[in-house]
């Protein structure tokens, strides 16, 4: 059971725009930034959004990020094929004293 | 260019020892965050430890009191001592520096731990 919660799966066809929730509380997302992470299956992750919204170089300007009180939300607009992977929310938690992640949303390009 | 090239990974009997290292070359392991993060395949990420530039090291639960982090400036190098393993914590461990925190910017490629009899 994560600390985060994310959708198990999501889906969109080419072009759409997709968005993944992260859902925690007042002792992680409500008190420290949010990251966001892609996981192409058999490689290592990368790191796709930090503090809440800003793309680090070389991330496409299609995915965005958001946060609002405990709650924090990923869209990826103009869906491609390439963007088929996990995708993970993660922050600090002030309670346990550690990184938090959400359980990741598997994106699937129909 | 940051690159975290990892090594160490291995079949360990439970109850075992292990140390993990990740060589580091575009950052200095004196300045920025490292942290190790697992994942059992097929699972999601499982964070596991980070030191801070000033040395300050946080662990998570299930590790802690078995797992120690350490930095060798001088290779710039990063380390995960690992003892009493458990079937538990097999998994891929990946480790991973940042500039700010919390956040993970580059990442290692992997390495497969296995702890089974």
């Known amino acids: 059971q994560s600390v985060l919660t994310q959708p198990p799966s999501a889906s969109g066809t080419p072009g759409q725009k997709v968005t993944i929730s992260c859902s925690g509380g007042?002792?992680?997302?409500?008190?420290?930034?949010v990251n966001w992470y892609q996981q192409i299956p058999g490689t290592a992750p990368k790191l796709l959004i930090h503090s809440d919204s800003y793309r680090p170089a070389g991330v496409p300007d299609r995915f965005s990020a958001s946060k609002s009180g405990t709650s924090a939300s990923l869209a990826i607009s103009g869906l491609q094929s390439e963007d088929e992977a996990d995708y993970y929310c993660g922050t600090w938690d002030t309670i346990l004293d550690g990184v938090v992640f959400g359980g990741g949303t598997r994106l699937t390009v129909l | 260019e940051v690159q975290l090239v990892q090594s160490g990974g291995d079949l360990i009997q439970p109850g075992g020892s292990l140390t993990l290292s990740c060589a580091a070359s575009?950052?200095?392991?004196?300045?920025?965050?490292l942290s190790w993060v697992r994942q059992v395949p097929g699972k999601g990420l499982e964070w596991v430890s980070v030191?801070?530039?000033?040395?300050?090291?946080y662990y998570a639960g299930p590790v802690k009191g078995r797992f120690i982090i350490s930095r060798d400036s001088s290779k710039n190098t990063v380390f995960l001592q690992m003892t009493s393993l458990r079937v538990g914590d097999t998994a891929v461990y990946y480790c991973a520096s940042s500039t700010g925190w919390p956040g993970f910017d580059y990442w290692g490629q992997g390495t497969l731990v296995t702890v089974s009899s």
């Open positions: 030191m801070h530039p000033d040395g300050k090291t």
């Open positions: 007042r002792s992680n997302i409500g008190s420290y930034i």
């Open positions: 575009g950052i200095s392991v004196n300045v920025d965050y």
